[in-house]
């Protein structure tokens, strides 16, 4: 039987936390306030969010397992895999818990467990038996983009009915959101730290300087996106913009941001997760089933839209910044399916 007494969950507690907080490391190791920061930017914040829910987790089931987290032994990280298995975790659930335990190692210096050939060998064995395609957002792009945006409020309807209505500044915000996400095929996390001081004029439209992304996490250049005007304004990144930034009055700091109850717009950025209950309420407001839909669903529909307009791979890698061309492939696959195949005309 599993040890559940206070000094199982007390052997835990001595390695609570050494993902997070960085006095964990020990007394001779210990940094000045500038050596932890540059260890706490030494990952993306969304990174280091899953690692410490990953680590909560793994700590937890040593208690009650009765296992030393740290260091962890290789038979433990293989009965824990096992487990997880076992209770239907996805393989990327896993790799992400695995990729937090190597980076706990490597805060304390000790040697990577998850190189360990037992482990190793665990581990391919469920990819092999467990993996599975990861799910795919649903690509939001015309013409259902087109009634989504549509379907955006253009009025700031009041309790008071004598009160005249105002512009919509949520409904300005959202269309500028639909359509910057999907004509830059921006990540959610790029959308929510997009500034204003980054959108740069052009004569054709606005250039978008991302000093940080996911494939340049540490900010060596800029990334440049383009944001070209469009024929109908009504599908215009620029004058959603424009429109947005005109109705919010502000010309600095975070470009998206909340939109209160009295209509105004707040001083702070949007969150990662509120960019799909953003796209997702969009979505149902346009009559359409939001099933599937998500924050990665505007820079999906970018991939495939592109790609079932002529674009080529290299040319849809330029505007995504996809370092790979066969991730390209990962959003196309299902629509170029269709696309010149024998079975539709066998005439049955």
């Known amino acids: 039987m599993p040890d559940r007494s206070q000094g199982a969950i007390a052997r835990t507690a001595t390695a609570s936390d050494p993902l997070i907080a960085l006095d964990a490391l020990s007394p001779a190791e210990s940094l000045s306030d500038d050596e932890a920061r540059y260890v706490s930017a030494a990952r993306a914040a969304n990174t280091l969010r899953g690692y410490r829910s990953d680590w909560k987790e793994w700590s937890t089931w040593c208690a009650l397992e ?74 939001l792009m015309p013409p259902e983009l087109w009634h989504v945006l549509d379907a955006c409020p253009t009025q700031r309807m009041w309790a008071d009915r ?24 921006l990540r959610r996390s790029e959308l929510t730290a997009l500034t204003v001081d980054q959108v740069r004029p052009h004569p054709n439209g606005y250039l978008l300087a991302l000093p940080r992304s996911k494939t340049n996490q540490r900010g060596e250049h800029d990334e440049l996106v383009i944001l070209p005007r469009a024929g109908d304004p009504r599908h215009c990144p620029v004058t959603a913009i424009d429109h947005w930034l005109t109705l919010a009055g502000h010309t600095t700091g975070p470009l998206l941001r909340p939109v209160s109850k009295g209509n105004r717009a707040t001083d702070r950025s949007l969150s990662p997760a509120s960019i799909t209950t953003l796209v997702q309420a969009a979505v149902t407001r346009a009559g359409i089933d939001s099933t599937g839909y998500s924050g990665h669903s505007l820079r999906a529909g970018f991939v495939t839209y592109a790609h079932l307009r002529g674009a080529s791979d290299r040319a849809i890698a330029h505007q995504t910044r996809h370092r790979s061309l066969a991730t390209i492939g990962t959003y196309t696959r299902i629509e170029s399916a269709w696309t010149d195949n024998a079975a539709t005309v066998l005439g049955l």
């Open 66 to 139: 009765d296992h030393t987290p740290l260091p962890a032994a290789p038979e433990a990280i293989t009965s824990y895999l096992t487990t997880l298995a076992g209770h239907g975790a996805k393989v990327g659930t896993m790799s992400r818990r695995l990729s937090a335990l190597k980076f706990a190692h490597q805060l304390r210096d000790l040697p990577d467990p998850t190189t360990n050939a037992r482990v190793v060998a665990v581990w391919e064995g469920i990819r092999r038996l467990h993996g599975a395609p990861p799910d795919q957002a649903t690509p």
């Open 162 to 185: 004598r009160r005249p209505p105002d512009p919509s500044l949520a409904g300005a915000r959202d269309r500028c959101l639909l359509l910057v996400g999907f004509v830059a095929a």
